[in-house]
């Protein structure tokens, strides 16, 4: 198995404005952005677009991903979970307590994770694409003074993440296991599972792609590979069945978020939001 058999990119961007997950134009930003890229980042509200836009085109040549065409990666998907305001008070107030940030891209969602206070010393990030890393660092300016460890690594691989046994005590999972085919999907939640520690009250949240019909859907910047999408219950049926243990789960969907300047491209699309948590 592997994660990203090829990686189609374009380097036309007449042919990148014909797809729906190419962002033309820079989006308007909330204001809890503009703060986070003043205050953490140091950067002048002039500033600010030109500097996101560099970053992300050059990120588009690593990879074709919506979440990059997309300007997504600007939403901090961690902070639109319900169980976030929770696991950033587990963080803060339980000792050594470890995140884990799985398919982490740049780090977006660890570095508003540290902006909401938590140690930056005790979350790890991971991807299979150092280059995201790498540009994560460039993005947010803080190659001097985030803590947060990266590793770089294959899901698939089976020794991959295997001295984190049982380790964290909130594993963060967004954009990613929606990538792949159900089988591969099973795969991926057990090692979250076996990656989590066994403590009650240890939890699992993130965001993907969602559908009403779940089944095999062509994988968007990836000509011939296939992802398969969940709804609700496709989602907790998947995990009740092939992970054990007692778990509290709660999964709903709801339609993207609408962004000023790119209202076209993501009106009418699905998200699905979850949150696992051990009994």
Same mark, same amino acid.
């Not at 909401?116 to 460039?138: A, H, R, T």
């Not at 993130?206 to 609700?232: C, I």
């Given at each position: 198995?592997?994660?990203?058999?090829?990686?189609?990119?374009?380097?036309?961007?007449?042919?990148?404005?014909?797809?729906?997950?190419?962002?033309?134009?820079?989006?308007?930003?909330?204001?809890?952005?503009? =703060?986070?890229?003043?205050?953490?980042?140091? +950067?002048?509200?002039?500033? !600010?677009?030109?500097?996101? %836009?560099?970053?992300? @085109? #050059?990120?588009?040549?690593?990879?074709?991903?919506?979440?990059?065409?997309?300007?997504?990666?600007?939403?901090?998907?961690?902070?639109?979970?319900?169980?976030?305001?929770?696991?950033?008070?587990?963080?803060?107030?339980?000792?050594?307590?470890?995140?884990?940030?799985?398919?982490?891209?740049?780090?977006?969602?660890?570095?508003?994770?540290?902006?909401?206070?938590?140690? =930056?010393?005790?979350?790890?990030?991971?991807? +299979?694409?150092?280059?995201? !890393?790498?540009?994560?660092? %460039?993005?947010?300016? @803080? #190659?001097?003074?985030?803590?947060?460890?990266?590793?770089?690594?294959?899901?698939?691989?089976?020794?991959?993440?295997?001295?984190?046994?049982?380790?964290?005590?909130?594993?963060?999972?967004?954009?990613?296991?929606?990538?792949?085919?159900?089988?591969?999907?099973?795969?991926?939640?057990?090692?979250?599972?076996?990656?989590?520690?066994?403590?009650?009250?240890?939890?699992?949240?993130?965001?993907?792609?969602?559908?009403?019909?779940?089944?095999?859907?062509?994988?968007?910047?990836?000509?011939?590979?296939?992802?398969?999408?969940?709804?609700?219950?496709?989602?907790?049926?998947?995990?009740?069945?092939?992970?054990?243990?007692?778990?509290?789960?709660?999964?709903?969907?709801?339609?993207?978020?609408?962004?000023?300047?790119?209202?076209?491209?993501?009106?009418?699309?699905?998200?699905?939001?979850?949150?696992?948590?051990?009994?």
């Amino acid at each position: 198995m592997s994660s990203v058999p090829n990686k189609p990119t374009s380097n036309n961007k007449e042919d990148d404005k014909k797809l729906w997950y190419w962002a033309p134009t820079f989006p308007e930003l909330p204001s809890s952005t503009i =703060s986070l890229f003043q205050h953490y980042c140091q +950067l002048s509200p002039d500033e !600010i677009a030109k500097h996101i %836009e560099h970053i992300r @085109d #050059k990120a588009w040549q690593i990879y074709n991903y919506p979440c990059i065409g997309l300007y997504r990666f600007l939403e901090f998907s961690v902070c639109m979970n319900p169980k976030y305001e929770e696991i950033v008070n587990k963080m803060k107030k339980e000792e050594g307590a470890k995140l884990l940030d799985l398919g982490c891209c740049f780090g977006q969602d660890i570095r508003r994770l540290v902006v909401d206070g938590v140690d =930056s010393k005790n979350i790890v990030g991971v991807d +299979l694409e150092k280059p995201f !890393i790498d540009l994560g660092f %460039e993005l947010f300016k @803080d #190659k001097e003074s985030l803590k947060a460890q990266f590793q770089v690594g294959d899901i698939f691989q089976d020794q991959f993440l295997h001295q984190y046994e049982g380790y964290f005590d909130v594993i963060h999972v967004s954009s990613f296991i929606h990538l792949f085919e159900y089988d591969q999907q099973v795969y991926i939640i057990k090692k979250i599972a076996k990656t989590l520690s066994s403590k009650p009250g240890s939890i699992v949240l993130g965001r993907q792609v969602g559908t009403k019909e779940p089944g095999n859907y062509d994988r968007a910047g990836a000509p011939g590979q296939l992802m398969y999408r969940h709804n609700e219950d496709s989602f907790t049926n998947m995990w009740r069945q092939h992970v054990t243990g007692d778990w509290a789960i709660t999964v709903h969907m709801k339609e993207w978020e609408v962004v000023s300047g790119i209202e076209d491209r993501t009106a009418g699309r699905l998200s699905l939001i979850f949150h696992m948590e051990r009994r």
